[in-house]
């Protein structure tokens, strides 16, 4: 039987959020490695101009970022395993956070091919 797709029943907020903090763990200017192995705090977290705001060579639409900013997403996020939190400065994510398929990378983070 194949694995199955959010085993943790993330709600979609969680799962937007969740992603996007995997991305920003992927970025020298928002991430330093944990204190634990296999971890990454993310910080500086980024404020929308307009409807979105730039990850790296990434653009995301401000409404698919909102719960960057509510606590009670990084609550869940927590209570799950995926992240520890220090809302609203910074989230420290887990391995199994950093591992999570969310499924979502490719429709979130929009890439213009120049």
């Given at each position: 039987?194949?694995?199955?797709?959010?085993?943790?029943?993330?709600?979609?907020?969680?799962?937007?959020?969740?992603t996007?903090?995997?991305a920003?763990?992927?970025?020298?200017?928002?991430?330093?490695?944990?204190?634990?192995?296999g971890?990454?705090?993310?910080?500086?977290?980024?404020?929308?101009?307009g409807?979105h705001?730039?990850?790296?060579d990434?653009?995301?639409?401000?409404?698919?970022?909102?719960?960057l900013g509510?606590?009670?997403?990084?609550v869940?996020?927590?209570?799950k395993g995926?992240?520890?939190?220090?809302?609203?400065?910074?989230?420290?994510?887990?391995a199994?956070?950093?591992g999570?398929?969310?499924g979502?990378?490719?429709?979130?983070?929009?890439?213009?091919?120049?």
């Amino acid at each position: 039987m194949p694995p199955k797709k959010n085993p943790l029943n993330l709600n979609p907020l969680q799962l937007k959020t969740l992603t996007l903090l995997q991305a920003l763990a992927q970025l020298p200017d928002h991430s330093r490695p944990g204190d634990e192995a296999g971890t990454v705090r993310v910080s500086n977290l980024p404020h929308p101009h307009g409807d979105h705001f730039h990850l790296g060579d990434a653009a995301v639409a401000a409404r698919d970022a909102t719960g960057l900013g509510n606590p009670a997403v990084w609550v869940a996020l927590e209570r799950k395993g995926l992240i520890r939190s220090a809302f609203p400065v910074e989230a420290l994510l887990t391995a199994e956070g950093l591992g999570y398929d969310t499924g979502l990378a490719d429709s979130l983070l929009h890439r213009a091919n120049h």
